[in-house]
């Protein structure tokens, strides 16, 4: 069976035949005379309209058959549509297009198919009218011609199909246009009088339609207009210029109880067939709420630029002393008042006084005009308390009235005074202080709370200037004197680290001749010093050594002062960090024969700290507490969660510091009278401490009683990412893979924390095939690149001495070195870190704490591309 071959043009083709509408639509009896006919007059039992859709043949009418559609693969129609003209087919037995067609060899047996395209617009056929015969038969010239015909009659019932849908689809949509606009529509005849109207225009007018309809139109114009109104359509129609139809304007209707009604009035002229004017359109639309709405704008725009202006152009309005006549000019305009006022209350021994600031122009005369400019130039200040001002600025009323010569509180007003109708008083508060008022007179606008409300921004913004205007003077001495101590304490603060800094440097070098000296002759063997002589140089060596720690403490202090000092704040257990001090300390504690406990509540909660500076604040807490203990004391270290930070308290048994001497502890250089006995000391340490521990955002204190002990504390932040389980356990089945495929590598790691130093050598454990050696510096890992250079090197960015990304340039610019891929590890986890030391050319950057997967998959993919190293 051979399917008809689609037509070049079946979209443009379907397109037509989906825009007929005619698809799946009711039987038509013009559709049925048709086949029923052409049954007859060609006497063949099958006659069909159909319709060729995607996959579909759909049958607008058929005779014969009772099926309302079949498939196009199997239809003869489609390739009468495939061919685009006639197909004629007088035994489809002979034919081996169709000899094995489903329709030939079963239902309805077709033998004889005779059919012509349906062709619309642009010669594009949507389907056929078609003959079936069941017995082979021929088809003369004369009967393809009458098939033609017939089929010129199908065509032209569908195109009236189509405008019949059309039209209904128009009229629809016209009524409901015209019912249902939200806008006024009216139809009127050439002489003006109304056709419809719909109820739009109807509810906006206030009429009933028999009230309208029938009636001329120029009823729903003002008076003014409405005489004239037939001419204008008389000269329209006549040939003059219009000046509504056709083009619109904003014009007013009249509303039946007599009030006016802004409208857009658009009106179109409707021609007949002949091209004459039947009649004419009218579109209304309420402008009402649109003006409403624009003048609440403009009232809104003009408050705020009033607020705007006298705000920020406060300072340069009031140094030409403009601000309260630029306030009071605004409160006219915002108001439509003809008089306005604005001035500040000041509080006198009896009652408030009013020192008014600006004032419209009531002069009538040369004394009056003489007030005029006392009252403005402050020379003069209002104090009746029972007038319409004084209820106001010495009582803090709101005085509001529509008629000022009948109110109570109304003072004399002398001949030729200007009439005032109506007046509003408002005082202006800050808080509950009575600071100034404001009043108008003769405002167009009616006088209400709903005013009063309005204008509460504007009352505001007064209060705050004339709060300004009290506090310029004193605000502008303060900021200078502010000033000047600011930049005192700067130049010296700069000045004293910068000296500090000096000295220490030019202390440091002849220290070094003289303990190495020292040290020089206590070991030497030729000349051996006599015991008084070593016990002389060794005192040397003593001193020396103190005056260093002494130098380096101001010298740390100096930086932390300075803001020199760089923190790597990374996640840590306390007790490492404990671990390391205490066996720093170990043999003080032995030879003071100090007995030393600890107590942790929560020995795995980690900090967020810099390792390095936890150990230097440990060491120093331990070290004053062995110092300053009595002879077999004991020092007790108790660590506990308190909220979100971790205590650190270190107790011991000494004598303890008076209450009123303890805020001394933390002044450099103050050792509270110790300097006089025998222990030595800086008196710098705990200002370091102190420092410190605040710069890693915690907090150091002491709690002492004398004879009972002191018990010095600080606070760190706990970290949000404590260790898990997992971090510790999923390394093993991550790591056998990696471990078994290859060969020996060595890799560098770069870290100066203890801790995270052991954490590594646990993780790297698990590799088999790695090699791994630490360094705590950038230097001494260039030394070891150089000499023994590794695959891989895994590196710190907050170092000792060089950090990562100064080691890293000196790495890209060596050529020996530049081939060895670096990997970032810090605590620094922002994303701008990243792509920081991404572009700096890390070949990956690793965040702590680590990530037992991330730092799996890193170590897989750069030691794989590395050459391995034979095993030592």
């Known amino acids: ?9 079946e979209h443009q083709r379907l397109a037509a035949l989906h825009a007929l509408q005619v698809l799946d ?96 617009a642009d010669g594009l056929s949507v389907g056929t009218l078609c003959l079936i015969d069941r017995q082979p038969r021929s088809f003369s010239q004369r009967d393809r011609g009458i098939l033609k015909s017939i089929a010129g009659q199908v ?6 199909h189509q405008i019949r849908r059309a039209l209904a689809q128009t009229t629809r949509r016209y009524e409901a246009l015209f019912n249902e606009s939200a806008t006024g529509v009216v139809r009127i005849d050439r002489s003006g009088h109304v056709l419809s109207i719909n109820p739009f225009a109807l509810t906006m007018l206030g009429y009933q339609q028999h009230e309208v309809v029938g009636n001329n139109v120029a009823m729903f114009t003002p008076e003014t207009i409405s005489a004239h109104h037939d001419s204008f359509l008389a ?73 705007h202006q006298g705000i920020t152009d406060y300072q340069a309005l009031m140094s030409v002393e403009q601000l309260w006549t630029f306030l009071m000019e605004a409160l006219r305009d915002l108001t439509d008042s003809d008089y306005a006022l604005i001035g500040e209350v000041l509080p006198t021994d009896t009652t408030n006084a009013l020192k008014i600031h600006a004032i419209t122009d009531l002069s009538w005369s040369d004394d009056s005009r003489h007030l005029m400019e006392r009252l403005r130039s402050g020379d003069m200040t209002l104090t009746n308390p029972n007038s319409l001002l004084g209820r106001v600025f010495a009582h803090g009323d709101v005085i509001m009235t529509d008629d000022v010569y009948r109110h109570t509180k109304r003072g004399g007003f002398p001949p030729g005074h200007p009439r005032l109708g109506n007046y509003l008083g408002v005082p202006i508060f800050s808080g509950d202080n009575l600071i100034g008022m404001f009043a108008i007179a003769n405002s167009k606008q009616p006088l209400n709370q ?71 002759l206590a070991k030497g063997r030729r000349d051996p010093l006599s015991e008084k002589q070593q016990r002389q140089v060794g005192q040397i060596e003593k001193s020396g050594q103190h005056l260093l720690s002494l130098i380096n403490e101001v010298l740390d202090l100096a930086k932390i002062e300075a803001g020199y000092i760089t923190l790597s704040l990374e996640p840590m257990l306390i007790e490492n960090v404990l671990d390391d001090a205490c066996t720093t300390l170990e043999a003080n504690i032995d030879a003071a024969n100090i007995t030393l406990t600890r107590h942790s509540v929560s020995p795995a909660c980690m900090v967020l700290a810099d390792y390095t500076r936890v150990k230097q604040v440990l060491l120093n807490l331990l070290s004053n507490a062995i110092k300053y203990n009595r002879a077999n004391g004991t020092i007790h270290v ?126 790297i454990d698990d590799f088999h095939s790695i090699k791994l050696q630490v360094v705590a510096s950038a230097e001494l890992g260039l030394d070891i690149m150089r000499h023994s250079p590794p695959n891989l090197v895994l590196m710190d960015i907050h170092l000792p001495g060089m950090n990562g990304f100064q080691a890293l340039d000196i790495i890209q610019n060596d050529s020996a070195l530049k081939h060895i891929n670096v990997i970032a590890l810090s605590a620094n986890a922002m994303e701008r870190d990243l792509q920081h030391g991404l572009a700096a050319g890390f070949a990956d950057y690793l965040t702590k704490p680590i990530d037992i997967d991330k730092l799996t998959a890193s170590l897989n993919r750069f030691i794989t591309t590395a050459p391995p190293r034979a095993q030592p």
């Open 1 to 9: 069976m051979q399917a008809a071959d689609f037509p070049e043009n």
């Open 25 to 120: 639509t009711p039987a038509d009896e013009a559709f049925d005379r048709i086949t029923q006919f052409v049954c007859d007059l060609f006497d063949v039992p099958i006659a069909l309209i159909s319709l060729v859709d995607t996959k579909r043949l759909w049958f607008k009418s058929q005779q014969g058959l009772s099926a309302s559609e079949m498939c196009r693969d199997i239809s003869l129609c489609a390739h009468a549509i495939a061919l685009n003209d006639m197909l004629v087919v007088e035994n489809t037995l002979d034919d081996p297009r169709f000899a094995d067609n489903l329709l030939v060899t079963g239902t309805p047996h077709v033998r004889f198919y005779a059919g012509q395209p349906l062709q619309l």
């Open 155 to 160: 065509e032209e019932l569908l195109r009236q």
């Open 235 to 307: 000269n329209f129609l006549a040939g003059s210029e219009p000046k509504v139809i056709g083009r619109g304007r904003e014009v007013e209707a009249l509303h039946k109880d007599g009030h006016l009604i802004p409208v857009h009035l658009a009106v179109n002229a409707i021609h007949n067939e002949q091209g004459n004017v039947a009649e004419f359109l009218g579109i209304l639309t309420n402008l009402t709420e649109v003006y409403n709405a624009t003048q609440q704008i403009n009232k809104e725009q003009s408050l705020l630029k009033v607020l």
């Open 450 to 520: 709903a005013l009063l409300d309005w204008l509460q921004p504007f009352t505001d913004t007064c209060a705050l200037l004339i709060n300004l205007y009290r506090q310029m003077a004193e605000r502008e001495q303060v900021t200078c004197d502010l000033a000047t101590a600011r930049d005192q304490a700067e130049q010296a603060n700069k000045a004293k680290s910068e000296f500090l800094s000096s000295m220490s440097h030019e202390l440091r070098t002849p220290l070094n001749a003289i303990i190495g000296f020292a040290q020089l």
């Open 638 to 763: 108790n660590i506990e969660p308190v909220g979100s930070e971790l205590k650190v308290s270190v107790i011991d048994s000494g004598h303890g510091i008076a209450p009123e001497r303890q805020h001394e502890l933390f002044e450099p250089f103050n050792r509270l009278d110790a300097e006089y006995g025998g222990i030595e000391g800086t008196g710098i340490g705990l200002a370091i401490t102190r420092e410190l521990v605040e710069r890693m955002k915690g907090s150091l204190g002491v709690d002492s009683q004398p004879d009972k002990g002191s018990t010095f504390w600080f606070t760190l932040p706990i970290a949000e990412e404590q260790p898990s389980e997992h971090e510790q356990t999923s390394l093993s089945s991550a790591m056998d893979t990696a471990s078994n495929a290859q060969p020996f590598f060595t890799l560098l790691y770069i870290e100066d924390n203890p801790a995270n130093q052991r954490l590594m050598e646990d993780i």
